[in-house]
């Protein structure tokens, strides 16, 4: 990453100009990043957003082009795209879910799949260098959309919204321990259980993205502003850690959108089954 690529706010709040104030580590600050509006505007329409929607776009055309010509021997595109359904077919749905019942939730959970390390792949790409999922609301609707299907299969597969909250607790209990049961069964499946799946791939990509400003910009600016060879020389030093934690965040963009994948079939999974 060159100064050229950068954007101009992360020069403004991660490079001090020449009036002495020194290096200043990006912040939140270097997440916001109005297309359409300002910082002082109700509404803006953000690059974060331009690219989700872009994203949508993108991976529709991809898989459509691909399902219109597929052949006996794939292409690039149709290999790709066949180990990507594979991948989430066999490794994820199939022996999660079931077999009996996971072909039902495959579109979602491949639209998910894609979708979030489509994202998370964008914090690495030049001249977007963004992880959308870094900005709480993507992994948040996301998140949502987990739960309605979850809650909504459970519902019917419970034989009603009574059914459903009787199973959550387990039969054979002593009296006075059913309320205490249903209550921790009860926070745990309506409020711990979707934050802690969007804080996670939230949490995850906006280290990642903050560690690697830090390495990059930090680097940048001690090799361009350092006053002997020895603090140049940690610039350099700052920059190949930056390109070293580049390809870890590769992985880790990765590794989330398949947690957040899995963990979205185990709890249809739990959903769908007789008994939690």
């Known amino acids: 990453m060159s100064l050229s690529v950068v954007p101009a706010h992360w020069l403004q709040s991660g490079i001090a100009a020449t009036d002495g104030e020194g290096f200043q580590a990006p912040g939140p600050e270097s997440f916001w990043w109005p297309l359409i509006g300002s910082d002082t505007s109700n509404w803006a329409f953000t690059r974060p957003s331009f690219v989700v929607m872009a994203s949508v776009v993108i991976i529709a055309i991809y898989y459509m ?83 309605i299907v979850y809650h909504t299969v459970a519902i019917r597969r419970k034989h009603g919204v009574v059914g459903y909250l ?30 802690t799946l969007a804080l996670r791939l939230f949490g995850n990509m906006l280290a990642g993205h903050l560690m690697l400003l830090v390495f990059i910009l930090g680097g940048e600016y001690l090799l ?13 030093l700052g920059l190949g850690f930056g390109i070293v934690m580049t390809f870890f965040e590769l992985l880790v963009q990765f590794l989330q959108a398949f947690i957040f994948t899995l963990l979205a079939a185990l709890y249809i999974s739990d959903a769908v089954s007789e008994h939690h």
């Not at 006996?72 to 066999?90: C, G, H, L, M």
């Not at 996971?102 to 963004?130: E, K, R």
């Not at 387990?170 to 009860?186: A, C, D, Q």
């Open 224 to 236: 361009l502003h350092g006053s002997n060879l020895f603090v140049q020389f940690s610039g350099v």
């Open 166 to 195: 009787k199973s959550l607790v387990p039969p054979g209990l002593p009296g006075w321990l059913k309320p205490i049961m249903f209550i921790l069964e009860f926070l745990t499946y309506f409020l711990i259980r979707p934050l």
């Open 65 to 147: 082009s691909v399902v219109n010509k597929l052949t006996i021997v794939p292409t690039k595109r149709q290999w790709i795209a066949e180990q990507s359904y594979d991948f989430v077919r066999n490794t994820i749905a199939r022996d999660v879910i079931g077999s009996k019942d996971f072909l039902q939730f495959l579109p979602l959970l491949l639209t998910l799949f894609t979708l979030i390390l489509f994202n998370n792949i964008m914090g690495i790409v030049p001249f977007v260098q963004f992880p959308s999922m870094s900005r709480i609301a993507f992994p948040i609707v996301l998140t949502l959309i987990v739960y």
